[in-house]
């Protein structure tokens, strides 16, 4: 069923690609990590101590479903379509010519799931 539909939303996408991979992305991953910051003294912008805390953020890294690559990636990459890809979050361009997509460098996909 799942290769259907991806077949499916694959074969509606109306463009070729020659160096940049398509990507639905996943929703984000939040992590928990320790956050410091300054602890100001009430009424002025002086601060002598620091306060950790730990908080729920997003992840620096993204994960997203492979839906179009370049040809030329498709014999030595060690992804697929379909796959799901790791990349940078600060690494892609919003795709706004086809609706819930970006565009990633394909050498920016770190990894896959496996």
């Known amino acids: 069923m799942t290769d259907k539909l991806l077949t499916n939303v694959i074969d509606d996408i109306p463009y070729e690609l020659f160096t940049d991979v398509l990507i639905k992305p996943l929703p984000t991953i939040k992590v928990t990590k320790e956050v ?6 009430e ?4 601060s002598t101590e620091t306060e950790t ?14 839906l179009i690559m ?3 990636l498709k014999d030595i ?4 379509i379909g ?7 600060k690494s892609y361009v919003y795709f706004d010519l086809y609706k819930d997509t970006i ?3 394909s050498y920016d996909i770190i990894g896959k799931l496996k």
Do not use: H, N
């Open 83 to 89: 796959d799901t890809v790791i990349f940078p979050r």
């Open 103 to 105: 565009i990633v460098k």
């Open 70 to 72: 370049p040809e030329s």
């Open 36 to 41: 410091t910051r300054p602890k100001f003294v």
């Open 53 to 66: 805390t730990t908080e729920e953020v997003d992840a620096l890294f993204q994960t997203g479903i492979v």
């Open 43 to 46: 009424g002025s912008m002086e």
């Open 77 to 80: 990459s060690k992804y697929t």
